[in-house]
Every structure is written in C-alpha cells, then in structure tokens.
C-alpha cells in the first residue's frame, strides 16, 4: 500500500544497504572468505563471548520482567492522569548517561555504598554485598536501562484487559491473588513475551554498560564488534561478529512472529 | 601537499574534556596567531574514524592525537602520511625519546602510569612500592584494578616477574602471561574508563590500581584522597599523527612543529601536572618540584614504551589477551 | 473520572493492592536512585566527581552554559533531534497508517520488516550507517545522523502510532470521503486531529530516543555535527567531568517540565489513554 | 406475589431470598438509586426493566457486592452480606458481553469456578461434562470462546454461573448484544433453565418484551427509584403511571377531565367530547388525568359499521404498516391528534386506504384513568454513544 | 415496482438512480457477495435485509465506492462510476455509530462537506442552520458531538448527510445501537424525511420489523445472494422461499406431501391428516413442500367452538406470553410438535389456561406452500461477540 511505500524505501536505502555493506565486509578482505566466520564459530574467545551474551541478555531480561511487572500493573491501577507522573520515575533513567549512572551505582551499590553501608549496620561488618564489577553489576545496569522497554508493553496489554472479566472471577470466588495468577497475569502475556524479547534484542546490543559495570568474564558480543573496529582495525572480523549477533537476534524476532504477530508492544488482538 | 595560505583551516583532534581546552590555550591559539592558519578543535580521535576515512576517501581531520602502542596499527594499515624528514630529524635532535619520532607520528609528550592508592587507607609502608610489591597480594592484601588492555599489562607484568624497565622488549610474552595469571585472582575491576581509576580508588571499591599522574595530580587539587607511587612508572607516549589523504598535510605538519616547540611544552606541563615534555630544553626548564614528578630518560625505575614492537604484537596480542582475561 | 475508578474498586478493579504498590514504590526508588545521587552532585563546585559534595555551588553549571562546546553541541542535538522527530512522525505515521487501515498480501511480514531496526543491535546499525554514509559522503552531515536517527526512531513511532490508530473509527475516514474529501484532506482534517494524542506521544517518544542516542551519533557525526551525547562520552576518554552530572540534572528538569505541563494541558482527554 | 414496599414493617423479609433493606446508592451528587426497598422470593424469575440510567446494573451490583451502598443493608438467606466481599456471596452472575476468559478453553473457563472452591479433578470433570450436556454444547470443552457463536458463548456463560450451583444468579442484560432471532431462542432457553434448576434469576434489561415475556415478576425503574412491581400482566394492564404505561407496550393517550363517576367513569376529552373508562381510585370529579388506550384495544370501523363499544371516534385514515404479525394504523382524529391501531396481519383484510374515512371504537373496559403527571421524559433512555 | 433480477436485458436499467451489473465481490476464497444483479429508483426507499454476513454492508460499500467489486460494473444516473472514487460520487452515508467527528462542533460536522466543497462561509452558516432545523435541533451547533444524546447524535448524522445535497443516501444499521423506544421514533422521523426530500436511500438493517416499517421494497440478502426482493406485503405474504417466510415474521411450518390440485390445493402433512392451501406454482402431486401459516392467521378455539375456516387441528395449551400488545399462545399438536398462535392483548379475554384442550384453525387462503429446502441455518445470522 502506498502509505507503507515512503518508509519501505526509506528502510531500503538507510537500513537494508548498510547491512548488505556489513555483510559485504564480513565475507571479503581482499577476496571472499569465510575464514571470519569460521573464527567466529569455532574460535573460544567467540563462542564464550556468544554465551556470556546469550545469558547475560535473558538474565537481564527475565530480571527486567520481574521488576517491571509490579510498575505497570501499579500504573495499570492508576487514573490515567497520575499514571503519566508516576510513569515520569519509569523514563528518569533516560536522562542520565551511563556514565555518570555507574558512578552513582558505586556510590550506591558499592562495597562502602549506601545499601552496603546499610547492610552492615543492621546485620553486622560481614553483611555486604558485591553487587558490583560482576554478573550482578551488569545485570543492574541492563536492567535499569531496560524497565522502561518493558513496562510499557506490560502496562498496554494490561490496559487493553476488560475489567468485567475481573468481576466475573471475583463474583464466582476467586480471591485477588488466584484472579491475578489466573485472569490478569495470562491476559498480560502478550505485552510480557513482546517486552521480554525486546529486552533481550536490547541488551544483545549493549557494550558500555557491560564494560564499566561488570566483572572480567563479562564481556558481550558487542564489546567484540567494538573491540575490532577500534581497536584491532579488523572490521572483517567486526562485521563477522555483528552478523552473527543478527542472526541471534533474527531468531528472536522470528520467535516474536509466532509466538504473536504484531504483538509487539502489546497491540491489541 | 599544499601550501599554507593565510586562509587555511585545520582540524585537530584531541582527547577532550579539560585537558583539551588547555591545550587550546596554550598551542592553538598561540599558533593561530603566529600562522593565520585557523585551527578547529574536534575531540575524540577514534581510530576506526580514520580507517573509515581513508577508505573512502573522505578525510576531514588533519591531524590527531593518539596513543603510542595502538597507533602503529594505523601506520602499518597505510593510514598515515609520512612526515617530512627534515622536520624528523629537527625534533629528533630535541627529543627525549627520539624512538617515538616515528615518519609517520610524532611523540610529542608522555604520561606516566603508576600504582595508586588512597593514603588514608593504607598509609606509608601499607602500600606497594613497585610492580613486584603489587604482584605480591600475601604481603599487600587489597583488591588491585588494571586495565583491560594487553599493552601495559605485558610491562607491569615482566617488571613484576623481576625483569628490569631496560630489559624489557622484546617482551616475553609467555612469561607475561604466566605472570599475569598470578595476580588476576587478586584483580577486582578491569578498569575501562580511565576516569574510573580515579573514582574506584575514591570509592574504595579498589585498594591500588594503575593509574596516570596527570589524573592522579587533578585529583588530588580537587580534594579526593589519592597519592600515585613515583618510583616505578611506565611511560608512554602521546603522538600525533595525520590521516593519509589529509588536504591540509603542510599545515598539519607546521602545528605539530609548533607542538614541539619549547615554550609551549613548558608551559602545558606546568599546567596539567604529571604530563612530561618530549622537548628536553623544556624538561630542562622546569621547576624541581614538577620535575620530581616525571621521570627522566635515564631514571632506571621507570619504563619507556616501545611503540614498534607493540605496532608488530597488538593486534593478535589484543585478541589473545581478552580470551584471557575471560576465562 | 479519578472518583469513578475508585468507587468501582470496590469489586471490579482494585487500585493495585497494598503488595503490588509497595513493590512498586521500591522499583521506583530503584529507577530514581542514581539521579539522587546525580542531582546533589551537579551543585558540586570541584573538577571531579564527588559525592557528597563538599560545598554547594552552580559551578557546574556555569561551565556547562558558558564554557567549551557544551551548548553548541546542545543545540545540534536539538537540531537533530527535532529533524528526526519530525522525518520520523512522517514516516512512522504515514507507514502505521498503511499497516493498519491496508489489506495487502503479507502485511504482517510487511510489518515485521517495518519495526526491525528495533531489533537489530544497535552497534550493527551504527557500523553499517558508517560504512554506508561515508561512501556516499553523508558521514559527519548533520543530514545523515538525522538519518540515523530516524532509521532508529521510526520503529517506535509506527508501534506507537498503530495503537493509536486502532482508536481511530476507520467510518469516520470514510465518511469524510464519501462527503467528498479527499484522502490528503480527510488525512489533514480527520486522522491527523484524531492522532493528536498519539502524535504528541509518538513525537516525544522520537525526540527522546535521537536526543539520548549515542552509538549511532558517535559514528556518523564529526566534529562540527557532533551532539550532546556524543560530546558527553567523548569527554570520558582520559578524564570524566562532573558538568555531566549538571547535564543529567538539566535534562531530568526538561523532561519533569514537559511531562507535567502536558498532562495539566491534557485536561479535558482523560479518556484517550 | 405482588410486595408493597415501604408500607410494610420490614422484618418479616427476612426469611426472603433477597431484601433490600432501604438501600440507596449515590455518586456524589448523582443518585443512581434512591432509597429502595425490594424482596425477592425463592425461585423467582425477577427482571429489572427501565430506561437507560434508570439503575438497574446499580441495584444488580450492590447485590453482586461490586459497590457498596451508601445506605441501607442487604440481606440473602437471612443473613446481612452487605459487607462481605463478592468472593463470599455465592452468587451468580452473567454479563452483558459474557466475560468469559479468552485464555481459557471453554473447560477451564467452566471449571474455574469449581478449582476456586478446591474441588477434586475428578468430580470438576463431571461437573463441567453435566452443566455441559444441561446447555446443550456436550463437545465443545476444547474450543476456546473465540471459536464459538455468539450464542454459544452465551450458553456457557451461562454454564458456568450454574456449575457451581449459587442459590442466585444475576444476569445484566445478557441478551443484549444479540440479534432478534437468536435473542427469542436464547429468551426460551433461559426461560426452560429457569424452570428446570428452580433457581432465582434477577434479570435486567431495557427491552420491554424480553421483560414481559420471561419474568414471573418486573420491577420497573425510572431514575433510580421502582416506579411499580408486579407481575407482566400487571404492569400491562394495570399501569399505576403514565411513565408506566408508556414504558411497557404501545399505548394512545388523551387529556381528559372527570366528568363523572358510576359503573363506569366518565371523562371529557378533546377529541371526542365524553368517554367511558374503567373505574379507577383516583377519579375525582373536575380532576384532570389522561386516558390511556392500547392500540390493540382499538377496533378501526368503516365509516357507517357498527359496534357495540361503548367508545367511538370518527377518523381519517392516514398510513398503515405492516410490523410482520401485526399492522399498524394510524388515523387522524378530529383535533388533528393521532391514534394507533394495532391489528393482526391477514393477507386477505387489507386495512382501509389512507384517506378514507373511519372510526375506532374501544370498550370502557379496555380504557385506563392515570394521573396526569409522571409521563416519560423526553428523549429519556438515550445513552450517548 | 418489482425488477426481476438477470431474466431482464440489463442495458434499460442504465436510466435507474443506481443499477449494479452483475456485482460480485470476493475476499480471497470469501464470497462477501455473489453475483448480484440490482437497480434503484429514484427516490426509493430500499431496504438491504439479512442476517449478520450476508453482505449488506459489502453490497452498500460497493456503491459507496470504499470496495473496489472483483466483477461487474456500477451505474449511478446512467454513468458507469465502478473506478470513481467515493469522493467524488456525490453520495451520503449515514453510519451504523454515526461516525461524527468527535473533535469538531456540530456546526463543523456538518459544515465539514460544504467546506470540502469550497463553499463561502456565509452560505455554509445558512445551510447549515437549515438542515439543523429539519432535524429539529437548532441549538446544538456549537456542542461536542460527545455532549449530545445517543438520539440527537443519529440526527446531526443525518444532517451532515443532507446538507451537501447527496440525490442518493446509504444507511447502515443506523438504528441498530439505539433502544427500541427511541428507535421506533427515529424510525418515523427518517421515513418523514425521506418523503420531506425525496431522496434514494438505501437502508441495511437485519431488523426485519424495521424493514417492515420503513420500506417501499425489500432486498433480502442471505449468504452474499439476494433470496428475494419486493414491497414489505409481497415479501410478507408472498415469500418464495423457506428462508424468506422465515426471516420475516414468525411462522408456523410443517412438513407435507402435496395430495391434490384444485381451487386449493391439499396437502397431507403428520399432524393433521390433510391441509387446503392457497394454490402454488411450485405444488405438484406428490412432491414434500413445506407448509407455512403465520401464528396471526391462526384463531385459536375452545373444543368445541365452531369456525368457518377450512383447516383445524386440536391441540393441547401449553403456554402464553404478553408481548404487550400481542399475546404469543403456544399449543402441542398430538404429534408433539409445537405451534404458536398470535392474538391481540386484550385484558378481559385471558387465553385458555395450559393443559386445556383446544383446536387452532386457519383459512386455507392463508396457507402457503414452499418449497422444502432453503431454511434458515442453525443458527444463522450470529456473530461471534
Ligand atoms: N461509577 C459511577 N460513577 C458515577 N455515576 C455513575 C456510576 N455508575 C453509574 N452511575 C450513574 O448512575 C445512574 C444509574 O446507572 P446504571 O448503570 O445503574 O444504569 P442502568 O439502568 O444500568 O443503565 P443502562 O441501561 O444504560 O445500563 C446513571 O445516571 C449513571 O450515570
Ligand atoms: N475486509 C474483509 N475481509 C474478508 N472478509 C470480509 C471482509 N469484509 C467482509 N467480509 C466477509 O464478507 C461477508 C459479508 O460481510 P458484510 O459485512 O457485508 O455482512 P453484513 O451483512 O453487513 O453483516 P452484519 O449484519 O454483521 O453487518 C462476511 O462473511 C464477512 O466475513
Ligand atoms: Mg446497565
Ligand atoms: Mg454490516
């Protein structure tokens, strides 16, 4: 349809053709190959980079879900005036550069950091925890990056629920809990799945949160396709590892496409 | 090759921040004034920039700031112009270490990294003196930071495995690995910002580190409790080099002179204390309070970069060293 | 309106109940945390990070407003931002609307295609726009971030334009056809008016994501194009400055002012949610 | 069977299935019910008929236990349940769009309210099969509601509102959203489940015929208070007000004044001078009221035929409509008013042509005295769309 | 009046308001509406008649121009406009939910066609001002749509639709969201217009009393195809099919063998031995047919009571519903079966009580025969909610 065409074209030119630019990249040096490839499949350094990233998403993501889940169901319940202040903490995150945010996050979460500090005083000197230069690190900093990407889609599937199912429920003796588990969390589903793999898509990209907030094993996919561009200047290799990374992604947007089409963002059925 | 018109214009890159704006002061304007030639300031010198600009013949910097061990990278991809040889062997004669007056950059100053600490913590006798020291975590228990580079790990750890500064290239690269599998239990936090070597320490979410004088000194001016052990630093240099292709390369090259020049070396790391002088008539010049804070070619405590074995080793090296560090 | 949704709480919908708002209030405080500590250090009066700051001042800002480049490339990343709200409202709109009023084969795959740049990494994009814009001379033009950020934005504003299109009775289009107008007019007079709740959401969701955006800005501007966010990380090279912090603090009150003062604005469309 | 509100002590109700104990409900300023009282006995098919806004899914939810009345009490089986929760009534209850749960197959959707009271699996599988087999839809337990008709779907709203056997069921205009044809087949089903279960069934709609066809008694609403109760035929042929009697069924109304009473009342009226009408406790000599006949009452009698009704009206005839079982006449009275007639539809009996000069005639009997206040509002029982 | 659809030419019916030449349309393997063969005259008043699906809507949106047909032309006043677009085929809509601008006044709704039209401001506020005051709502202009009554708001649709002069208006379900009072009002109120203005409308509704009402011809629709078209008493008195007897009004149908020809044909049927009928076309000897009685010609007798009418049958009572103005008595046939017999509501003549026994009769004139196949479908006409 013609209204779909400006955008079509558009997505050709500035998104189709530089990944065919990347993929042209990643297959010739001077010659074809597929010598990056077969590195990027078989050598160690890239499959445990693979696997760090593959479990530090789904980690961050799952996380997100959890944390997210309880704002959007408290904006769900909110008039939709106050919803839009409360949602205002949601969107905070945005403004404050990750750089600036890993240093808060030491001063926060960091082995003299206010909940550290907080721990030790209520349950003695051994109480702290390291919640940082790890897994946990990076899961935090993913997660606070990622609430956002997933309370919306939540919070629209719960919106779009008729709240006469939940009288129904009530009205045949269902206490809230069991309407919850049984009625609202499986209607909210929709929005749940579509959030959680955006997250996952999300986090397959990150890099900088990763390098400053996590441990030594930490290291994503992305870092990598950083690391050869800017560092070893072997963009081959770094465009090998970014169609990799698309292909992991692809296997998640074509999940996406079954598990619900167009349910992205928790459009209505 | 053209010629500097009055109505030239350059583009310099350098690494931002405070720093940058100093040298703004203290060289561009200067230069502008003396040359005519308009000098804009671009920060970020990011080598993939470069590659991609030279790849497709679309240069706009003229002239950038870079790090000694990774910018050989550059030059053996063909992305550097060569600099004229008599202008070489000028800033050769001058130089402090005339090895980093490469044809295709010039190392016109270095920094020194060294172990830092925070004195309140572990006052004098309570820290490591030198690489061995923070190599040995049984006699100076403390979480170390360092870099999650390859270059400047290999350094600290052959000089904390007994070699000497002056013994060091070519590295054993082995050995330093052997050496480095020793202390990474004991490491807490691969430093990837710099900055971050300053705040982990002011945090203590670190007890010693790696890190620069230069940002130790501000550090300390702006309060934060830090102190950086003199005594066995490793010094690198900061080079400047132009993009091949670049349309202002005669222009470019007059800066650089200027960049070399005495008074203007003096009067930089005066500023920004911890920054050392290639110019060795400015090195000379400075006060022995500064002095005591920057090695001398000579000093046998301190390591010098040597940026051509690095130009050889970085790349696979690089590779090796992150397959290292995570597993 | 607030009343009703109360009153009927009684059976029908709770307000969320006491252990959904309590979680709640914590993840809030979670999301928050850093710009409380972000906040108070922005009024700090040294050249490095501190927490708690040791004496209070508007330092910070005073170096943000009037010294370096940091205005300068503000308002490059308004520009930009602007230019890509504007691109992406046209063809994120017009592409929704196509989605969904449109019957054609393999809409869904259609679809699909639509929204992926959202789900490519975004490191991939940035690679490939910067490979791409330099040969064909776009790198460092404030055109091709606008580009950039546009191929990033659009994603956000077709899902977000979709939704609100849903809302749209297709018959009120098609009455204002068939009373003679035609499809740019009834678009102008009709759809777009009814849009304006999205539009306004859609154009704040895009101006946000191209103003916050950094990896693709970091590749494709230069120097003279370079934004806000790109000037914030390249500061952090050797040394990290707590005007940051002074930014962070702008950018929070922006957002507070636009937010608060869209919903007083917003009066009278409670309903359109 | 008729209960007299107000007039009656109260106590006594307690031993019927539902009292409403002078509840009201306001909103703020909005009274959605004015003080009502209203029993409900055992078993009966009680329907709450009204105007949109009137208060009937207001009265329904307060005994749902959805909102909370803002004074008076409710009693079920003897017991005061106006404060336990919704979950503990025992309640039943059918909404207009079904709510049953999408995610659910038609099963789950059945047994749901089955595992909320812990019953074992095997007896929820017997349950759900019998209230199945009870519906008429043995087979579809797999199928989720999307994949049934909208009738379908009704019966299993339905099916799960018994499953559970609540001694109550309320039902807000469950046939609403139907069309007419399948809406009278569902009407007899109902009706059938009401007989054959014996259960109390509280029903709201704003359809008059629905109302008269099912209910063994209709409580009538007009903004928020009963405006009168009673059986169908009660309401029908006894309406106390004019509200009433222009809510349930077609009705011709005259200005009138008592002129005088005896075995039947006479009245003067506009149109046609004197009539006679049933005798009613209101007739006040000089009193102005309205008159009130239905347009089936009415017999259209060509110009010289005779009848030996006691009222009689000379007319001209303006229009017919055929309704299907039923033709519609509309005749022009002398003072330019308009009557209706309503007759039965024979192919072979075509109605007068427009034009042609008529009367109709009606018997006293057929003829109703109501006061003159109280009509319908205009325009009233619009919803904005 | 009656246009024979295909046996006719089709090149005479280009000088209709609207012709369809042999319309279909398909939605891939969906046939919305089938080869359709339809022509309008000018200021008609037709009606699309049909259960939900049949294609009532497709039918109306092909000469709207908003579906493109996959065959077949369309002629309005004698120009083929198959490949005009809806703005420019000068016509009106009306909307089942009245599509008015919820963002702009009344005044701009309605001013919204003459303003496409360029037409200057002082003209548009006279015309505007007049067509609000022949739907009788002078005052409104500068409301919301939103602050108007559900009843007001179908006038104000109206209005918009008439103001810009369309010589043909299409309504779908205009009435349908409305409750059945007020529908019945705005039902004389457009009919009133159409007459005011004589304009061609052409009116979906699956509401068969509706179409009743308002019609001049019928156009009932089943399963994309039209089944039969005429005046409401042709289609009424005269269906051609079972479907057709059925979808208007309520029936009573049994099943026959065709036994003999003559002034009236006889038909053996299990209930009751042998029926007379009004003589069929479609009646050969032997042949099964359905024979079809409206409850309304049906009289129903004591016992013993006597009547002229040339078919009787006894039965037992078994149940009477009020309707309001009608009466619903249902009776069982020795063979089980169950007829419904429709008499007036009349309060002093009470139907027999059930169980009683009684005979129901009814004339052989008005008795039809059908063909035996073509009813309605189990449970035709129902949407999934
Ligand atoms: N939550 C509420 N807040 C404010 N007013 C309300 C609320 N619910 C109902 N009302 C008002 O109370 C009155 C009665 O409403 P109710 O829903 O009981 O009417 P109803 O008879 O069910 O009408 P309908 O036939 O349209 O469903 C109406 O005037 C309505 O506007
Ligand atoms: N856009 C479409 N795509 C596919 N099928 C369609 C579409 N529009 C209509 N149909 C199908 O065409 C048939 C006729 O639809 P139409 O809307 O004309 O029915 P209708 O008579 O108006 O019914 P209703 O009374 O429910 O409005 C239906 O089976 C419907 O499912
Ligand atoms: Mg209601
Ligand atoms: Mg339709």
């Not at chain 2, 807490?188 to 000194?217: C, G, M, P």
């Not at chain 3, 063809?91 to 054609?104: D, I, K, L, S």
């Not at chain 3, 990290?240 to 007083?264: D, H, M």
């Not at chain 4, 079982?325 to 539809?345: F, H, N, W």
């Amino acid at each position: 349809m013609i209204f779909v065409a400006p955008f079509f074209l558009f997505m050709g030119a500035v998104f189709l053709l530089p990944l065919a630019f990347i993929f042209y990249t990643s297959v010739v040096a001077d010659a074809f190959t597929l010598d990056y490839y077969i590195k990027a499949f078989t050598g160690a350094l890239y499959l445990r980079v693979a696997w760090t990233t593959f479990e530090i998403s789904v980690v961050s993501a799952l996380t997100t879900l959890v944390l997210s889940y309880p704002v959007a169901y408290h904006l769900s319940r909110q008039p939709p005036k106050r919803r839009v202040l409360w949602a205002l903490f949601v969107l905070l995150p945005f403004y404050t550069s990750i750089l600036v945010k890993s240093f808060a996050f030491t001063v926060i979460l960091g082995h003299n950091g206010i909940v550290n500090d907080i721990l030790r005083f209520m349950f003695g000197p051994e109480a702290g925890i390291k919640m940082l230069f790890n897994r946990t690190g990076v899961v935090i900093g993913l997660t606070h990056y990622l609430i956002p990407f997933m309370v919306f889609p939540i919070l629209a599937s719960l919106l779009a629920q008729d709240p006469v199912l939940h009288r129904a429920a009530e009205v045949m003796g269902a206490k809230p809990w069991r309407i919850f588990w049984r009625v609202t969390f499986p209607l909210s589903l929709p929005g749940v799945i579509a959030g959680t793999l955006l997250c996952v898509i999300l986090s397959f990209g990150m890099f900088i949160t990763p390098a400053l907030l996590g441990g030594r094993k930490d290291m994503m996919m992305a870092n990598l396709v950083d690391f050869h561009i800017k560092e070893t200047l072997n963009w081959n290799m770094a465009s090998a590892v970014a169609i990799v990374l698309l292909l992991l992604s692809s296997v998640f947007i074509l999940l996406l496409a079954q598990v619900r089409g167009g349910q992205l963002f928790g459009e209505r059925h | 090759p053209g010629k500097a018109k009055a109505s030239e214009k350059i583009v310099w890159v350098g690494w931002g921040g405070s720093t940058q704006a100093v040298q703004q002061e203290i060289f561009i304007k200067p230069f502008t004034k003396e040359t005519g030639i308009e000098v804009i300031s671009a920060s970020g010198p990011n080598r993939a920039k470069i590659k991609a600009m030279v790849d497709t013949g679309n240069v706009e910097w003229d002239l950038v700031n870079m790090m000694g061990a990774t910018a050989t990278g550059l030059a053996k991809e063909g992305l550097l112009e060569t600099i004229d040889s008599d202008l070489l062997a000028k800033w050769r004669g001058q130089s402090l270490q005339p090895d980093w007056i490469k044809d295709w950059a010039v190392g016109w100053y270095y920094w020194s990294g060294g172990i830092g600490y925070d004195p309140k913590r572990h006052p004098m006798g309570k820290h490591p003196r030198s690489w061995p020291d923070f190599w040995n975590a049984d006699k100076f228990p403390g979480r170390r930071g360092l870099r999650p580079r390859v270059n400047e790990n290999l350094e600290l750890a052959l000089m904390a495995d007994g070699v000497k500064p002056k013994d060091l290239y070519p590295l054993d690269v082995e050995r330093a690995f052997k050496s480095l599998d020793r202390i990474k239990p004991h490491v807490a936090k691969w430093i990837k910002a710099t900055s971050q070597t300053i705040t982990l320490i002011q945090n203590n979410e670190v007890d010693f580190d790696l890190t620069y004088s230069a940002r130790v000194e501000s550090a300390k001016a702006s309060g934060i409790s830090i102190e950086l052990v003199y005594d066995s630093l490793l010094c690198e240099s900061g080079l400047m080099g132009i993009p091949k292709g670049s349309k202002n390369k005669s222009a470019a090259m007059k800066l650089i002179d200027f960049f070399m020049r005495e008074k203007p070396q003096k009067a930089w790391c005066e500023n920004r204390i911890g920054y050392g002088p290639q110019n060795t008539k400015a090195l000379a010049a400075l006060s022995p309070a500064l002095k005591a804070k920057l090695p001398s070619a000579d000093d046998p405590s301190t390591a010098w970069v040597n940026i051509d074995w690095w130009g050889d080793h970085y790349g696979a090296l690089s590779e090796r060293f992150k397959e290292w560090l995570i597993t | 309106m607030a009343q009703n949704v109360r009153e009927s709480s009684v059976g029908g919908r709770p307000g969320a109940p006491l252990a959904a708002a309590v979680s709640a209030w914590v993840i809030y405080l979670f999301l928050i945390m850093p710009s409380l500590v972000v906040i108070p250090m922005s009024f700090g009066d040294k050249d490095e990070f501190m927490f708690p700051p040791e004496s209070l001042s508007f330092y910070l800002y005073g170096q943000y407003f009037f010294e370096s480049t940091w205005m300068a490339t503000t308002l490059q990343s308004f520009e930009v931002a602007i230019l890509t709200t504007f691109l992406s409202l046209l063809f994120g709109v017009t592409a929704a609307y196509g989605v969904v009023r449109g019957n054609f084969p393999g809409k869904r795959f259609v679809t699909l295609f639509l929204l992926s740049p959202i789900l490519v990494p975004v490191i991939v994009v940035a690679l490939g726009l910067y490979l791409y814009f330099s040969t064909l001379g776009l790198s460092g033009t404030t055109f091709g971030l606008v580009l950039g950020h546009t191929v990033h934005a659009t994603p956000f504003v077709i899902v977000i334009a979709m939704a609100g299109l849903r809302h749209v009775d297709p018959n009120l289009e098609a009455a204002a056809r068939l009373m003679g107008a035609s499809h740019v007019l009834t678009l102008r007079k009709v759809t777009l008016p009814l849009l304006k709740p999205t539009l306004i959401a859609g154009s704040l969701f895009a101006f946000l994501i191209s103003f916050d955006e950094v990896v693709i800005a970091y590749f494709v501007s230069n120097t003279t194009t370079e934004t806000l966010p790109v000037k914030m990380y390249s500061a952090i090279q050797w040394e990290i400055s707590p005007v940051l912090a002074a930014i962070s603090t702008l950018l929070i009150v922006l957002s507070l002012v636009i937010c608060v003062s869209g919903t007083a604005l917003q009066k009278d469309d409670e309903k359109g949610e | 069977m008729v209960l007299e509100p107000r007039t009656e002590g109260g106590s006594e109700h307690r031993d019927r299935k539902v009292w409403l104990e002078s509840c009201a409900k306001h909103y703020g300023s909005v009274v959605a019910l004015a003080e009502v009282e209203l029993a409900v006995e055992d078993g009966e098919f009680l329907t709450l008929l009204g105007p949109s806004g009137s208060g009937k899914t207001t009265l329904l939810n307060l005994i749902a236990g959805m909102v909370q009345p803002t004074s008076g009490r409710i009693w079920i089986d003897g017991a005061d349940i106006t404060r336990v929760p919704p979950s503990k009534r025992g309640i039943g209850m059918v909404f207009q769009n079904y709510a049953l749960m999408p995610h659910m197959t038609v099963f789950e959707n059945i047994a749901f309210p089955l595992r909320v009271r812990k019953m074992a699996e095997a007896e929820i599988r017997r349950k759900v099969g019998e209230v199945l087999d009870i519906v008429r839809l043995p087979d579809v337990g797999k199928r989720k509601p999307s994949e049934l008709s909208g009738g379908q779907q009704q019966r299993i709203a339905i099916a799960r509102c018994i499953v559970y056997n609540p001694s109550i069921i309320l039902m807000d205009e469950p046939l609403g959203a139907l069309d007419k044809k399948l809406r009278e087949e569902l009407q007899l089903e109902l009706k059938q489940l009401h007989t054959q279960l014996g259960i109390t069934v509280l029903y709201v709609t704003h359809d008059q015929e629905e109302a008269l066809t099912m209910s063994d008694r209709i409580v009538l609403l007009n903004h928020g208070k009963i405006e009168q109760m009673g059986p169908p035929d009660e309401l029908y042929f006894q309406p106390r007000t004019l509200f009433a009697a222009e809510f349930l069924g077609d009705s011709n109304i005259f200005d009138g004044t008592v002129a005088g009473l005896g075995e039947f009342v006479s009245v003067y009226s506009e149109p046609g001078a004197s009539m006679m009408a049933r005798p009613a406790p209101i007739a006040e000599i000089g009193k102005a009221v309205k008159v009130l006949v239905r347009p089936e009452n009415l017999t259209l009698l060509r110009q010289c035929e005779e009848s030996g009704l006691a009222n009689r009206l000379s007319a001209e005839m303006v229009d017919s409509i055929i309704l299907g079982g039923v033709i519609k006449c509309y005749v022009r009275l002398s003072d330019d008013t308009t009557v209706v007639v309503q007759e039965l539809t024979k192919a072979e009996r075509a109605p007068p042509p427009p034009g042609s000069k008529v009367s109709v005639a009606w018997s006293a009997e057929d003829t109703l005295i109501l006061p003159a206040v109280g009509g319908m509002t205009e325009g009233g029982g619009t919803a904005a769309a």
